[in-house]
T-cell receptor, first 113, second 115 residues
Framework: AQSVTQLGSHVSVSEGALVLLRCNYS??????LFWYVQYPNQGLQLLLK??????LVKGINGFEAEFKKSETSFHLTKPSAHMSDAAEYFC???????????FGAGTRLFVKA | ETGVTQSPTHLIKTRGQQVTLRCSSQ?????VSWYQQALGQGPQFIFQ???????GRGNFPPRFSGLQFPNYSSELNVNALELDDSALYLC???FGGGMDADTQYFGPGTRLTVL
């Protein structure tokens, strides 16, 4: 069975600082991995996805994530946080691109001025 | 290109009632998946519809049912509502069913409150 663990329900960074949101996954087959962002009272927006093409995946808004099979991790990073990055971030895994996607519990990112 | 839309945006029901939520898929997509997101949690997969047939189901009881129409829009029906059904219900559309489904695009959700 697949699962996702997001380490830290809340992360606080200063504006301009590095953003690091941690995600570990469990999958018996090569996984598809995703990061989504959710702003208050809105749906989910896809930030980036890993589908085995390249281990370093670049997404929108300056975010990127690195797939590390040996560590079963898919951490999300951004070199410099912006106030507009404050939101809830979800890591997700599926067998296929968009089938039975399993989401983590989410990490709330706070950005301090 | 129109995105995924859902209606209504908010809904209040009482225990035991039935509810129908609606979703219009993104142009060109033929697959719709439904998710339940309880407060403070990640979304949970309810089921997927591909070409008008249910094509995979999560751990939800039969009182959660759905339909997909020829234009690929979809409905989620919940019977005998319980307090724990209070959640944000998200619809996602994609192209291709099952393991071949491409990236999902989510709608804004319907907030259901059961009193």
């Amino acid at each position: 069975a697949q699962s996702v663990t997001q380490l830290g329900s809340h992360v606080s960074v200063s504006e301009g600082a590095l953003v690091l949101l941690r995600c570990n996954y469990s999958s018996s087959v090569p996984p598809y991995l995703f990061w989504y962002v959710q702003y208050p009272n809105q749906g989910l927006q896809l930030l980036l996805k890993y589908t085995s093409a390249a281990t370093l995946v670049k997404g929108i808004n300056g975010f990127e994530a690195e797939f590390k099979k040996s560590e079963t991790s898919f951490h999300l990073t951004k070199p410099s946080a912006h106030m507009s990055d404050a939101a809830e971030y979800f890591c997700a895994v599926s067998d296929g691109g968009g089938f039975k996607t399993i989401f983590g519990a989410g990490t709330r990112l706070f950005v301090k001025a | 290109e129109t995105g995924v839309t859902q209606s209504p945006t908010h809904l209040i029901k009482t225990r035991g009632q039935q509810v129908t939520l609606r979703c219009s898929s993104q142009s060109g997509h033929n697959t719709v998946s439904w998710y339940q997101q309880a407060l403070g949690q990640g979304p949970q997969f309810i089921f997927q519809y591909y070409r008008e047939e249910e094509n995979g189901r999560g751990n939800f009881p039969p009182r959660f049912s759905g339909l997909q129409f020829p234009n690929y829009s979809s409905e989620l029906n919940v019977n005998a509502l319980e307090l724990d059904d209070s959640a944000l219900y998200l619809c996602a559309s994609s192209f291709g069913g099952g393991m071949d489904a491409d990236t999902q695009y989510f709608g804004p959700g319907t907030r259901l409150t059961v009193l």
